[in-house]
């Protein structure tokens, strides 16, 4: 089974400080899209990054930035001058180009302390 | 546009008693998909559509039914519910093999 590992369950970063959470994956596959998605106390899974793996050049939006490893299947997201609305659970989910399947990670829950 | 609805929120069954689940999207996507999240673990796929009257299993079908004879809608059945199917549940849509946009969930507890 092609599997999405997030080694850290839980991550904690004071208030304006940068935090980096780990994302490794297994695929067979020459294409393919990785996502962070952001799930607040809300459920609401929300997207923060988007990565399609034939681009060498990291995606970023905002404060949200990937270290996107092709070789090493590593995908980090770094957020940068972390804010108290940034406290989530955040999943890592890898896509195929031709699989409609999203495999996820277990997620890492992020604390802001203020 | 308010992207992807799923009714109800939350409910409780019985077990045994059967349900539908109710998701629409307005974003006039071809893909539709249907996931669980149980709790300390990501989604896992459940059934999936590519258009209307095409349906698929995913990784975790048994006990569940889904149909599609619209691009909005994609309700999915538990028939028989069982209390290994107490989840979160989770529709989405895209517009391709690709950005899945996700409606808010609904909470079920089989009792």
């Known amino acids: 089974a092609q599997t999405v590992t997030q080694s850290q369950p839980e991550m904690s970063v004071q208030e304006a400080e940068t935090v980096t959470l780990s994302c490794t994956y297994d695929?067979?596959?020459?294409?393919?899209?990785l996502f962070w998605y952001k799930q607040p106390p809300s459920r609401q899974m929300i997207l923060v990054i988007r990565?399609?793996?034939?681009?060498?050049q990291n995606a970023t939006e905002n404060r949200f930035s990937v270290n996107f490893q092709k070789a090493a299947k590593s995908f980090s997201l770094k957020i940068s001058d972390s804010q108290l609305g940034d406290a989530a659970m955040y999943f890592c989910?890898?896509?195929?180009?031709?699989?409609?399947?999203?495999?996820f990670g277990k997620g890492t829950k992020l604390s802001v302390i203020p | 546009n308010a992207g992807v609805t799923q009714t109800p929120k939350f409910r409780i069954l019985k077990i045994g008693q059967s349900m539908t689940l109710q998701c629409t999207q307005d974003?006039?996507?071809?893909?539709m998909y249907w996931y669980r999240q149980d709790p300390g673990m990501g989604l896992k796929l459940i059934y999936y559509?590519?258009?209307?009257?095409?349906?698929d299993k995913g990784e975790v079908p048994n006990g569940y039914n889904v149909s599609r004879s619209t691009t909005e809608d994609f309700p999915l059945r538990l028939e028989l519910a069982a209390p290994s199917q107490t989840s979160v549940y989770f529709c989405?849509?895209?517009?391709?093999?690709?950005?899945?946009?996700f409606g808010p969930g609904t909470r079920l507890t089989v009792l």
């Open positions: 989405a849509s895209s517009y391709s093999a690709d950005t899945q946009y």
């Open positions: 695929t067979s596959e020459s294409d393919y899209y």
């Open positions: 990565q399609e793996a034939y681009k060498q």
């Open positions: 989910a890898r896509g195929g180009a031709g699989s409609y399947q999203l495999t």
């Open positions: 974003m006039n996507h071809n893909y």
């Open positions: 559509s590519v258009g209307a009257g095409i349906t």
